[in-house]
């Protein structure tokens, strides 16, 4: 928490310092954008190769090849998602909540990629069309689709309640990947990571600095669909806080699944090439 006023005392200039305007950290005028026109026109008679319903307070996994689309899909009540993305070929790649934070802002929607770990660092996905886009941000600060929070977790409610509970976000989503790749699930633990919270409505409060929630706008029938620049490995968590209107990490809150479906376009986007990784060197030198 932050210091009482009292503790400190401000410096004449205090108010002149505040006012000293900011700096974008990450100017993207330089990054390569994606080209959304043949992203969208290559939806045009595409076929649905795949679907998997994740049930409420659970996770499920899936499989996407580069050059595809996957919708994630409220189908029977507002329910918020948590997303994991994995290389297909190599699960120390994954997403990268944070650069992509950094690169495209708190929450995210049609035309932001989601960007992979150090040292790979490439966009995995493509944001293509949000149905919750209208919401912008409200007069809370709260928006949809974040990547600031970090999934509900078993050793956070361990550390806050003193209880144990196993369908937090992290354990759905360690259970998933174990399924999937049939590895214990202590062994496959550390690969899984921060979330894209989607359909999840955050922010943070103005006095305090703290991450909030409130209730998920989405309603069945919306959805946030991906063109998928690599082949991926996926799971995503119906959480156990269902819109998140009270509180996360809970069988009281009343859940609903999620739907993931898989599309494949009959050709890819004109002009799309799957990208390389990172092009640095490695050496880091002095």
């Known amino acids: 928490m932050k210091r009482a006023a009292h503790e400190v005392t401000e410096p004449r200039d205090a108010e002149a310092r505040r006012r000293i305007p900011p700096v974008i950290c990450y100017p993207v005028d330089t990054l390569p954008r994606p080209d959304l026109a043949a992203y969208q026109a290559a939806r045009d008679g595409w ?60 929450h995210v929607s049609t035309g932001d990629q989601l960007w992979s770990c150090l040292p790979y660092l490439r966009p995995m996905a493509t944001i293509t069309h949000d149905t919750l886009d209208w919401y912008g941000f409200d007069a809370f600060g709260g928006s949809v689709h974040d990547v600031i929070g970090t999934r509900c ?49 955050t922010g943070f409060t103005r006095d305090t600095g703290q991450y909030f929630m409130k209730a998920s706008p989405v309603r069945p029938g919306d959805y946030l669909e991906f063109f998928v620049e690599i082949d991926l490995l996926g799971a995503l968590s119906a959480c156990p806080g269902g819109d998140c209107s009270a509180e996360h990490s809970s069988d009281v809150a009343v859940c609903h699944p999620l739907l993931v479906e898989v599309y494949r376009p009959k050709a890819p986007p004109a002009g799309w090439t799957s990208p390389p990784r990172n092009g640095y060197s490695r050496r880091h030198e002095d």
């Open 47 to 106: 076929e649905k190769v795949d679907e998997v319903v994740v049930p409420p307070r659970e996770a499920r996994s899936f499989h996407v090849p580069a050059g595809s689309f996957f919708r994630i899909v409220s189908i029977d009540g507002p329910q918020v998602g948590d997303l994991n993305l994995w290389s297909a070929d190599d699960i120390n790649e994954r997403f990268f909540s944070g650069k992509t934070r950094a690169l495209h802002g708190t």
């Open 153 to 201: 977790d078993p050793y956070t409610h361990k550390l806050l309640s003193g209880a144990e509970y196993h369908h937090c976000c992290h354990s759905n989503l360690t259970r998933a990947l174990s399924e999937r790749l049939g590895k214990p699930k202590q062994e496959v633990e550390p690969a899984v990571h921060d979330v894209l919270n989607v359909f999840m409505c």
